[in-house]
């Protein structure tokens, strides 16, 4: 198995099937379907696999030795353009650590979910899930490449058919919310190519053969020792931009988070998006934001992380409260579920500004947890969506008494978001705040955040009441409970936010020597940089 | 009978009711009888629980067993090494009493259910809830550590919502369930920050680490003011939880569940964790945590036994009179009087339950009719329910031989020994006036629902005694609430064996400095050896109890008797006061309650309190939440539209300008060069002699311009 | 008396190259056009041969004037003949109608 290219396989596999579904004629809706489930299955299957062979005393964050599953090889090679640029050098570079491991695992689930939440497509079933494997192969290449330029490409390959998906086979006002997700992307991807490029030609690597070209290898960047003296982003050079660029970074990872005031393209994506993408939307693609910042901005920038890293839990803090007022005030259930994400990735920020062990333990935890059990909340907005035709909270009412059994996964999915103990979500907002506590200066933004928990209980109970309890609302007197296909959908997801919930240990072990090492790294400024911060 | 099987007995009590539940909604519907299935899963925690009580009582007494098992860990963290996190179950004497009174009363409770819930439509479903319940209640009782108190404690107030809501085709049902979980939820966030705090400083949740570090002058961030705030911080779950002021309001909504429901949760069992909490936490409280517990419990006390006196919905004045008697225990934990709250919460338990099944009992026999005004002279219709309300309104009037008057003289008798020792003289008066008016609205009750006519002639004539399954469990907790159960001197509680030999108050653990006075110990040699034993680790046993200095122990000596003489004065008045105006109907109700108006209304209204979190707290949280919405949708957005907009009128600009000025340049070079083309065609004339000029000509000029260099 | 020189040799040239030039530019027929030539290709042989004599070329002068006269017999035949053929095809010899150039 130590030779098997498996992470490789599990980013190209949906690449390949795109391919293969390309090539199937577009009137066997049910082959594309199927097979398409299929490649996702099988993702899901090698994620299993992933897991399984992982081992957990790997720490992986800025060891390159310690990564596991690693794919390295020499992508693009241009020698000698000039003596100021030297040889272009490019790596094709894939590893996996405590850090990424739940989010491959995350993705490989929520897609195959989403891909059978995607059987209710109708329009275009091809095209739609050759879009749709595209997107799949993008977002596992971001969480497994460990090359800042392959990172990029990724990053930006799942751009593309997001648009579309959400241009072609959104709601009413889908081309206003495609582009307006595509733009608000791609302005935050200018600010992460220019930082790219500028690290590029700061920092280089010793080659095998004595010398040392400018690298975009990510663990290298995070060693200052790499650094030339002059680049425009070396902690060696007194005059650095690190400090601008680092803000840079962080609003193009923020935007994707997303992060006030850079939230607004969120709920019309969401709103627009069919019930499958929107699962993935909340499911992976918010998470590729925090993600990029644990494994981009924070160790290649700890001196600057942690000078800023109040104003991140601060600005953690504004969306759990923000985003939570927002939720209740909506009228629309899938607007009111966006801004609970907004609320949600909240937590996420706050745990990582904490620099502990438990509040980084809690913000990746949450960005897992997030990633169930949103994706369960849409789902369930979806199956009322495809029976009722609508989305309004006032417009439902009763739904218990007409369909008990998915009023009991609701149930289940409502309670988890509001972090119910025994539940996935409890355990990781407990101990974001409990990491957030730890930390001196962010002791009142957490005790602030907190009401957040209370704000949550608000419009979640709020809208369970609206749509499901009371009197049934006649209109309604017909809709049939699940199918087999949402069973199959919603059980799997269920039984995972029992599990992490009880036993969390199965996700924390995965992560805790990564996030021990990280924090550790984070904690010491290592002792050579010499500039620290200069504006 | 070994620890390990005691141990493995509790958790055995603890899983048995989630089995229940599991079962129940999974198979509910396709096992027949399925609610016996969870009665009889009750009966056998119970019995287990009797045995482990038994056990526990009779070998280990002065003993605490521990049983605990790693859940979380973190290893290797940088700094801090090792941070884990426990499961575990921690059986000394108050677990096993609790254990023993919230699996009687939710076994009496499901048996009374199987008759009262009979025919709903989500029967099963109903006992799964009771089981889940039961499960979460179980856990408070013996959980270790604080962490895993407070996921139980959000489990009940999982399974309180889910209760409350049962029948949510009601709105005012849905409304109320929400209500408690969220007012619930307020509670439980300052608990959690205080869980924060220990947490944070300690890097353990167990209580008994966290108060070995305390007792060895190790504070949450090395100040007393951090003790105090954690300690009330935490005390703020069990604020939410009893229902103390100001979060007390969802409790009397919350008698919008079934009427047992209302008896197992509300009255007996889940209200009662928060009393349970703070004995807990009764070690690690400093004097103004505990100062200020004793008013928050006085004024809650006070508050609803105001308010119990106009209400006419007969659960409704059950509700605040368990909000009134909550806060005396609260009040009582505050001053110091730890054994007595707990024996109180005991005693309370049974006898509420009685009367909150009592209740149901009646409302079952009169069609679900709740207000009293409608009742009257049922006491010849249900004689058993009749003779056990009656038994359990005297032991919560505080009349002797009950149990009620141990538990109640014992913490009025704290409160005068707190008064005259710290000169806060207002609680003991405040005690006893609830005491007057508690024994007026029960007795109030009764007569109004059992004695005298039949207002309601209709109704009346319906009404029947009723089965045995919800008679049975009424007669066995008016039995409890008598005296000889907890000692055998009826008016001496001090002497009996669940005061002298079970409850004691611990050895509190906060500095000498924080502490009230009346708690220094004068030898310091007592406390060294207890830090040594508590270092030591938490399992060795707590034989040594230290209550009080012999100072306190005077002065409660000396209250008990003046206590015991005052409280049976005023609940006699209160007594007689009632019987005077509603049975010998001597005096008008009516005539003082116009003449004290504002005073009535503001009773009846239950002090405006609702209507007050209404305009402030929930309009506010609206009006900022629409506000936020609004800001949200014109002002982020509009500013992200905005530039959207002004990007696109640049760059209609920009196509203006590229069309008319850098294309109309362009146009105009070759417009130019078209008119040079018109000119010059001119000399195109396609005659070789015309060109022979030109040539002739050009020669010329050349000529002449460049006749320099020849 | 006045010596002839070279100037009274370039003098006569000159009138006949204008007188050449004048005929060119102001006759209709192409014939007489021709003869304008003639006249411009004599002028510039007197020039040569005055060159030669005064100059201090040797003889090459007069054997470039007699190149040009052989020249100028050819030009006068080959040019005639094309005269002829414009005759054929356009029906006349005047240049003003000839103005195919232009198109």
Partial sequence: MAYFPILSFITMLPILGMIIVLCLPGKQEKLIKGFSAVITGIQVILAGIILHSYNYSLPGVFHQNSFQFIEKFRWIEIAGLSSSIGTIKIDYFLGIDGLSAPMVLLTALISFIATLSSFTITKSVKGYFALFLLLDAGMMGVFVSLDFFLFYIFWELMLLPMYFLIGIWGGPRKEYAAIKFFIYTLFGSVFMLLVMIGLYFSCTELMANGTRVFTFNMISLMDPNNYTATGILSPLNPGNLRFIAYIALFIGFAIKIPMFPFHTWLPDAHVEAPTAISVILAGVLLKMGTYGIIRISFPIFPEITRQLAWYIGLFGMINIIYGALCALAQKDFKKMIAYSSVSHMGYVMLGMASLTSVGMSGAIFQMFNHGTITAMLFLAVGVIYDRAHTRGLDDFGGLALQMPVYTGFVIVAFFAAIGLPSMSGFISEAFVFLGGFSNNSLRIITIISTLGILLGAGYMLWAMQRVYLGRLNEKWNTLPDMSMTEYAMFIPLTIIIFVLGIYPSFMLDIMNTSVNSLVEFMTKIPSNISAIGKF | MTEALLLNISLAILLLPLLGFVTLIFFGRKIPGSHWLETGIMLLCLLLSVYTGFGKLAYYVGQNLIMEGRWIQFWNVPVLGQIQMDLGIKLDNLTVIMLFVVTLISFLVHLFSVAYMKGDARYTRYFAYLGVFTFSMLGIVLTHNILMMYIFWELVGLSSYLLIGFWFEKKSASDASKKAFLVNRVGDTGMFIGIMILFTHYHTFTFDAIFAQIASGNLPFHSGAWLTAAGLLIFMGAVGKSAQFPLHVWLPDAMEGPTPVSALIHAATMVAAGVYLVARIFVMLTADAMLTIAIVGMVTSFIAATIALTQNDIKKVLAYSTVSQLGYMIMAMGVGAYNYAFFHLVTHAFFKACLFLGSGSVIHSMHHEQDIRNMGGLRKKMPITYYSFLISTLAISGIPFTSGFLSKDGILAGTLAFGSLTGHWLIPAVAFLVALMTAFYMFRLVILTFHGEPRDRHKYDHAHESPFVMAMPLALLATLSLFFWYGANPINPGTGWFLNKWVQTPHTVVPQAQRFDFMKTETTETEVEGNNKAVAGHKVAEAEYITHSEHYMHAMHQAHYPAMILSLFVGGIGIFFSFMMYHWKKIDPDKIAGSIKPLYNLSLNKWYIDEIYDATFIRGTMLLSKFLATFDNKVVDGIVNGTATVTRFISRASGIFDNVVVDGFVNFTAYLSGLIGIFFRKFQTGKVQTYIVMVVFSALILLFIFRPFF | ?103
Avoid: P
Avoid at chain 3, 22 to 47: D, H, K, P, Q, Y
């Fill in chain 3, 1 to 103: 008396m006045v010596q002839v020189g070279l100037n009274q040799f370039l003098i006569v040239s000159t009138i006949l190259f204008s007188l050449g030039i004048f005929g060119i530019v102001t006759r209709r027929n192409a014939v007489m056009v021709l003869m304008g030539i003639e006249l411009v290709l004599n002028s510039a042989n007197i020039n040569f041969v005055a060159f030669a004599k005064f100059g201090n070329f040797g003889l090459s002068g007069q054997i470039v004037a007699l190149f040009v006269i052989i020249l100028a017999a050819a030009e006068a035949a080959i040019a005639l003949a094309i005269v002829l053929n414009i005759y054929k095809t356009f029906a006349t010899v005047n240049v003003d109608e000839i103005d195919k150039l232009k198109e």
